[in-house]
């Protein structure tokens, strides 16, 4: 059967343009994982499938005084009527909601194996079972009372609650972090004392400022400890914005061993490292040799944490060995702050830790009207069914006929009595046995205490301040429930000034050894161990030569200027060994090829340079100045070809001497020289012809040296100087008898 083809325009066929189709639906899929997974509410701070999972668990009635049940059944429960997803992503969220070192108030109380600090799986759903905890029992309270909106559920058969009427402000004291699209979150944990304590000072003082509330929440409080080192105006300075960071480090402590040894031992780790993962790194670390000053390390940890640090000598500084772990693994991290939640319930933004307060106290305002609302119908319907009920006590002998005799009971009664339609249907529905109970006295005890109770509700309803006080009655009532008194609310994480170590850590960091460091003609670089004199057997690619010896030790900074007039920075540590001929240099930096290198030196802080070019302009610059902090260099000689940089050479003395190819020198102080960071610089000779060959820096009272060819030293005194002395920008006279004819005053460094 042959088949026509679909023309455009004809059949089921709908042209759609890509681009409009491709942003409708990735925004869609966006806004779902913004909305759905990624972010959580500010309102109670859970994302959706935790708020399933502790809804689920209270359908199944998991109180906290009530018994477990397996975590296949409520992860069941909660994939069928809740969150259509994987059972492994359902059960690894309520596992994490049991783990106390990775949620700082548990909202769920598990039973079994739910992993450990060190990284372990929890056992399988069928094995572990959970309840709820107090925590999670709070978030539900009053659910019952229509103080939240309810929503059907993914295939419609039940409801689900939109938000939890949260009496605990979970987002701040829990915690969260997600990765959305386009977007992410990741707030620390808090101590809940704290941030109740800065609610009920909020309620007081609608308008307090930020470094108000940083008094009475002066930062996190991790489940695992630590201690955070960040300033305090750094602090300040996140929670104003919402985005910052918090520097935490481990807890350690000095343990004495005998005979003048030591060893330190950590006893709380930064939230959220694996101890395991931790110590196989130190491990690796130190088989690497990139640990210097720790000799071994141990994990001795039971129910507590234990980590054994062995210096590699008795002399090691604690401080300066603990600096040296904290840079190089994860003993120190920083836990950044993103407060990117949904507002309203639909609105994904960055808020500041007031504003976080500030809407969930407006939040709980909302709870508060809404369970009032609801118990106040409540109490209109039982006092319309009391008055019924009084209305039938006091005829009950006619009640009693109308019921057993009237084809139509209910509109009799109506009509007899004037009563409404839900009390006749409540005198229909008594017991016979209720009969007898049906004492005046009581009925209007009752409706006494129920209208007394309305007249308060109704009050409140009408009175912001009372709504105000009865939240704070609220608020303190939760202080006093999870207050640090207690052991779930005593605050874990401390704070410190990270100290101030004077020794060099990155020199610190690497064995000290002594090296030198050659540099051939063409480029090559290695670095030989121990310091040479005689390297005449030393050998070289074939065309190749040595060019500079540098004595050096693995601590130290290299610097090299090439012809561009950049300097570049190398760690002694990471050159190429001295067996073979080592590696280009041009594969450490990146230097163009019409360039070259001039020279080779040892970093010396504080020192000075001169720097200068072909075309004889120059200046002194700082040696602190020209480091270089990446592969590109730093731009120090400013040059316009065809000249290029030429000269690089330390400042030490008063006076400086210049010579071109020309062969003509020029003497004159050093003070006529402009020092400077970067640029062009001054002329220091001039040439009709030819160009700068060497400068040399002297003092006026030692002379000026150079070496001969072979090797032999030449002074001349300033006195033997005079005919070269003269001011800078001058061409100078030929060079005195006996000057090399390189034209070079010899090396410099």
């Not at 100087?721 to 800078?728: A, D, M, Q, S, T």
Request: glycine share 8%.
């Amino acid at each position: 059967m042959s088949t026509k083809p679909i023309l455009p325009g004809e059949g089921p066929i709908e042209p759609l343009n890509l681009k409009v189709a491709l942003e409708e639906r990735y925004l869609a899929y966006a806004l779902s994982t913004i909305m759905g997974r990624a972010l959580p509410d500010v309102r109670d701070g859970l994302k959706p499938v935790h708020r399933r999972i502790i809804y689920a668990m209270r359908e199944l009635r998991l109180d906290p005084a009530g018994g477990y049940l397996k975590c296949a059944k409520i992860v069941g429960q909660v994939m069928g009527d809740y969150h259509p997803h994987g059972n492994q992503a359902i059960y690894d969220a309520l596992a994490r909601l049991a783990q106390d070192f990775a949620v700082r108030y548990p909202l769920v109380d598990g039973q079994g194996n739910f992993g450990n600090i060190d990284g372990d799986n929890p056992a399988a759903e069928r094995y572990t079972e959970a309840r709820m905890t107090q925590v999670a029992s709070d978030l539900l309270e009053g659910i019952d009372e229509e103080c939240v909106e309810f929503r059907p559920n993914y295939d419609g058969r039940v409801e689900e609650p939109v938000v939890l009427p949260a009496a605990f402000p979970n987002l701040l004291a829990n915690g969260s972090s997600g990765i959305a699209v386009g977007m992410a979150t990741n707030i620390p944990p808090h101590n809940a004392d704290e941030l109740c304590q800065a609610l009920l000072h909020l309620i007081k003082h609608p308008n307090a400022t930020v470094e108000k509330i940083v008094e009475m929440v002066p930062g996190p409080d991790f489940p695992t400890g630590g201690i955070i080192v960040e300033p305090r105006e750094q602090i300040l300075e996140a929670y104003k914005t919402g985005r910052g960071g918090f520097r935490l480090r481990a807890r350690w402590s000095k343990e004495e061993t005998g005979r003048g040894g030591y060893q330190i031992v950590i006893t709380e780790i930064p939230y959220q490292v694996q101890k395991a993962k931790l110590v196989e790194r130190i491990a690796e670390l130190l088989s690497e040799k990139k640990l210097p000053l720790l000799g071994d390390v141990r994990d001795e940890s039971a129910e507590e944490i234990r980590l054994v640090l062995e210096p590699k000598t008795r002399v090691v500084d604690p401080v300066v060995l603990m600096e040296s772990m904290f840079r190089l693994t994860e003993l120190e991290l920083r836990f950044g702050l993103n407060m990117n939640v949904i507002s309203a319930g639909q609105i994904p933004n960055v808020l500041s830790l007031k504003d976080v307060l500030k809407q969930w106290l407006e939040h709980r305002v909302d709870v508060l009207v809404k369970r009032t609302q609801h118990r106040l119908k409540k109490i209109e319907h039982r006092l319309e069914v009391l008055d019924g009920y009084l209305i039938a006590y006091l005829n009950i002998d006619e009640v009693i006929r109308i019921v057993r005799f009237e084809d139509e009971p209910k509109k009799v009664l109506i009509s007899t009595f004037k009563l409404t339609d839900v009390q006749a249907e409540a005198i229909l529905n008594l017991r016979l046995k209720s009969l007898s109970r049906l004492e005046e006295f009581e009925i209007r005890a009752e409706h006494d205490k129920l209208s007394g109770e309305q007249r308060q509700l109704q009050s409140l309803l009408k009175s912001e301040e009372k709504q105000w006080e009865k939240i704070s009655e609220e608020v303190k009532a939760t202080r006093e429930r999870y207050s640090k008194k207690t052991e779930l609310g005593r605050r874990r994480t401390t704070f410190a000034d990270a100290p101030d170590v004077d020794v060099d850590l990155d020199a610190a960091l690497i064995e000290k050894e002594p090296i030198t460091v050659l540099l051939s003609d063409k480029g090559w670089v290695r670095a030989m161990k121990g310091h040479h004199d005689d390297l005449s057997k030393v050998e070289f690619k074939q065309g190749d030569g040595l060019k500079r010896a540098i004595k050096a030790s693995t601590t130290d900074k290299l610097l090299v200027f090439a012809t561009n007039g950049k300097f570049y920075t190398l760690e002694a540590n990471q050159l190429p060994g001295g067996r073979g001929h080592g590696e280009p240099l041009r594969l450490m930096v990146d230097l163009e090829e019409n360039h070259d290198f001039v020279d080779m030196f040892v970093h010396e802080p504080g020192r000075k340079l001169v720097v200068a070019s072909s075309g004889g302009y120059g200046f002194v610059v700082p040696e602190d100045e020209v480091i270089a902090s990446t592969r590109k260099g730093k731009q120090v000689l400013n040059i316009t070809e065809p000249e290029e940089a030429k000269v690089c050479v330390p400042v030490d003395g008063d006076c400086v001497a210049t010579m071109g190819e020309n062969r003509k020198m020029l003497v004159f102080g050093l003070d006529e020289m402009n020092e400077m960071n970067r640029g062009k610089g001054v002329i220091l000779q001039r040439f009709k012809d030819g160009a700068l060959a060497d400068v040399r820096i002297f003092r006026k009272a030692e002379g000026l040296t150079w070496l001969d060819s072979a090797g032999r030293t030449y002074t001349l005194s300033w006195s033997e100087l005079k005919e070269w002395v003269g001011e800078r920008a001058q061409a100078g006279r030929m060079a005195p008898k006996g000057f090399p004819r390189s034209n070079k005053f010899g090396p410099a460094f």
